[in-house]
């Protein structure tokens, strides 16, 4: 484990494309998304055999790494989220199994009803200006336990409360956030 005064550092892709309100177009594509997904649920024969365990989120010095790198990154990896937000049957068993009793329609207005005022062009409907307009639960697993490089080799080294991170752009943007 590194002392708590040995600066780490932070490589990270960063993204800085405008902001723009969904189009209708992306919206209907991810309505139609959900409501495939849904159906492909309503014809699992053991759905309750989709539900994957989810994984624990980081605490601490950890936390407030990652928050602090993929909020200078700009959220690079949620561009690939476009109008599915990688959300498929296994997401929906999840959400079915935390909360029983939600109707499908009660499930596709949550999900609609989070999509981001503004979000990244040509990114994920709920990659908003301040980061995940989506409650966690709600979220794929994918996007609950995906790590890129940079982050990964971070929650490797351990960091303490009080430790020194430079976070990196490819780009070159430096900035640096004590843990
Ligand atoms: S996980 Fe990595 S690529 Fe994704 S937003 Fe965070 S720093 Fe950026
Ligand atoms: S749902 Fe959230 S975490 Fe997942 S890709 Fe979209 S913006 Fe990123």
């Known amino acids: 484990m590194p002392p708590p005064s040995l ?3 932070i490589d990270v ?4 494309v405008p902001l723009e309100p969904p189009t209708p177009a992306r919206l209907r594509a991810f309505k139609r998304h959900l409501i495939e997904a849904m159906r492909d649920l309503v014809g699992a024969r053991r759905p309750e055999r989709l539900v994957q365990k989810r994984g624990p989120d980081p605490s601490g010095a950890a936390d407030a790494g990652v928050r602090a790198a993929c909020g200078h990154c700009g959220g690079s990896c949620c561009m690939a989220g ?3 937000a990688f959300i498929d049957d296994r997401t929906l068993a999840r959400v079915r199994a935390e909360r029983p009793g939600i109707t499908a329609r009660a499930a596709l207005t949550a999900y609609v009803s ?4 503004r979000s990244f062009r040509g990114s994920c409907l709920f990659h908003g200006e301040a980061g995940c307009t989506l409650d966690r639960p709600l979220r794929a697993e994918l996007c609950n ?3 890129c490089n940079g982050l990964k080799d971070f ?3 351990e960091p303490q409360p009080g430790q020194v991170v430079t976070i990196v752009t490819h780009a070159g943007e430096e900035r640096t956030a004590t843990l």
């Open 7 to 9: 600066p780490l550092r």
């Open 13 to 16: 892709p960063g993204q800085r």
């Open 82 to 84: 476009g109008t599915h």
């Open 114 to 117: 989070a999509v981001a005022p």
């Open 145 to 147: 336990s995906y790590y």
């Open 155 to 157: 929650l490797k080294a």
